[in-house]
Structures are given as structure tokens and as C-alpha cells.
């Protein structure tokens, strides 16, 4: 038998965890020359601008369980009391810590929210409270670590399971990104978020607490700017 056929083998689903996150990634710049280039309404280009990224990230989960390549129960849907504590806490935390990056960065916190690009209708409730505060942590959580990160594990450690689905999280948010400031800001945020839901993940084998976390630190930061 050779060292080659005593090499323990891919799992599967990892091959197609990267897939999820470049189609994710062509759709936000195919997206991005769209309304570029053509003349989008508004309530478009904000519904496109989400589902570019949550269609391929969704139908990749869906496809990977409906195949049995991967276990409903791997993906660690599951709750409890103890995680929306652990959540809450761990989320408002990583906000104070993207808030010492950006005054590190900017010399002070950003402004992430333009209230006069929406008005106050379900359009404006959509983009500012339903989208990055409940149906984008959901679904990033239940893909990055409930899906992407037991596969990495799956196929190496835990360690390096983390820290690569954390580098992957934060290149994902990185795709909109302009300016050489917000690229630091963003990246670094992002992967420390990463790394903490990810190490909470993994301990506790469910993503109740990633998700809570998710929706405390995007929620906090909108509260934080409407007030």
C-alpha cells in the first residue's frame, strides 16, 4: 500500500462549503456591475444586494443534507437557555471590541447606517431591522458554523477548523469593501468574531449561541445608530 492510499481522505462537503462562499462572493460583484450599469428601483437593488448572498449559501446546506453528504444534526441546530446568556454576552462584547478597532482606525466609531437612504416603510424595516438583525445571522451562522466549520473539522482540527472558517467569514464581508481603513476595520472585526462564535460553536456543539451572538452584535450596532 502506498503513502498515498494511507492518506485519510476529504470529507466531502468541504469541496462544496467553498463553493457556497464563491458563488456568494460572484453574485455580490456580478450583482455590484448590475446596478452599476443599469438602472435598478431601490427596493431591488436592496433585495438583490441579500439574496445574491444567502441563495447560494442556503441551496449549498440544503443540498449537502438532502444528499446526506452532511448530517442535519451536524449542523448543531439546537437551543437552550444557557446560549442565549453565553450569546448575549459574547455578542456585546465583540461589539465593544469593533468599536476599539474602528476608534483605533478612524480615531472614532463608524457610521454605519444612513437612515435618509430608506424612509420609515417595510422597505426600510427590512433593510435596517429583518435583514443584518434576524435573517442574515440565522443564515451565516447556520452556514459558516454549523456547516463550513464541521466540515474543515471533519477534515483536520477544531483549531483549524475555526480559524479557517473565521478567515473565510471575514473575506465574505470584505467583498463590498472600498477603502484600504474599512478593509482593516471590517476584516479584523469580522475574523475575531469568527473566532469567538466559532470557539463558542464548537464547545458547546450547537449554534444557538453563534446565532444569538450574531444578532446582539448587528442589533446593538443598529440600535446604536438609531439612537
Known amino acids: 500500500m502506498t503513502a498515498a492510499s494511507d492518506a485519510p481522505q476529504t470529507p466531502p462537503s468541504v469541496l462544496p462549503s467553498a463553493v457556497g462562499v464563491v458563488l456568494?462572493?460572484?453574485g455580490i460583484?456580478?450583482?455590484g456591475m448590475l446596478v452599476r450599469t443599469v438602472v435598478?428601483?431601490?427596493?431591488?437593488?436592496l433585495l438583490g444586494s441579500y439574496l445574491v448572498v444567502w441563495v447560494p449559501l442556503i441551496a449549498v446546506v440544503v443540498w449537502a443534507v438532502a444528499t446526506r453528504?452532511?448530517?442535519a444534526?451536524?449542523?448543531?441546530?439546537?437551543?437552550?437557555?444557557?446560549?442565549?446568556?453565553?450569546?448575549?454576552?459574547?455578542g456585546l462584547?465583540?461589539?465593544a471590541?469593533?468599536?476599539?478597532?474602528?476608534?483605533?482606525?478612524?480615531?472614532?466609531?463608524?457610521?454605519?447606517?444612513?437612515?435618509?437612504?430608506?424612509?420609515?416603510?417595510?422597505?426600510?424595516?427590512?433593510?435596517?431591522?429583518?435583514?443584518?438583525?434576524?435573517?442574515?445571522?440565522i443564515i451565516e451562522e447556520v452556514y459558516f458554523r454549523g456547516y463550513v466549520q464541521h466540515s474543515v473539522i471533519r477534515a483536520s482540527t477544531p483549531v483549524v477548523g475555526i480559524v479557517v472558517t473565521a478567515l473565510v467569514f471575514a473575506l465574505l464581508h470584505l467583498a463590498e469593501v472600498t477603502s484600504p481603513g474599512t478593509a482593516l476595520v471590517v476584516g479584523l472585526a469580522t475574523f475575531v468574531f469568527g473566532l469567538a462564535v466559532g470557539t463558542l460553536a464548537h464547545t458547546t456543539g450547537r449554534i444557538g449561541g453563534a446565532i444569538i451572538a450574531h444578532i446582539v452584535y448587528n442589533g446593538s450596532l443598529i440600535a446604536t445608530q438609531l439612537l
Open 24 to 26: 456568494a462572493l460572484a
Open 29 to 31: 460583484y456580478g450583482f
Open 40 to 45: 435598478v428601483p431601490f427596493e431591488a437593488q
Open 69 to 71: 453528504r452532511t448530517p
Open 73 to 90: 444534526r451536524s449542523l448543531g441546530l439546537r437551543f437552550t437557555w444557557l446560549d442565549l446568556l453565553w450569546g448575549a454576552g459574547i
Open 93 to 95: 462584547l465583540l461589539r
Open 97 to 137: 471590541v469593533a468599536t476599539l478597532i474602528e476608534i483605533g482606525v478612524y480615531g472614532q466609531p463608524a457610521v454605519h447606517l444612513q437612515l435618509g437612504d430608506t424612509g420609515a416603510d417595510l422597505w426600510w424595516l427590512f433593510g435596517v431591522v429583518l435583514a443584518p438583525v434576524v435573517i442574515g445571522p
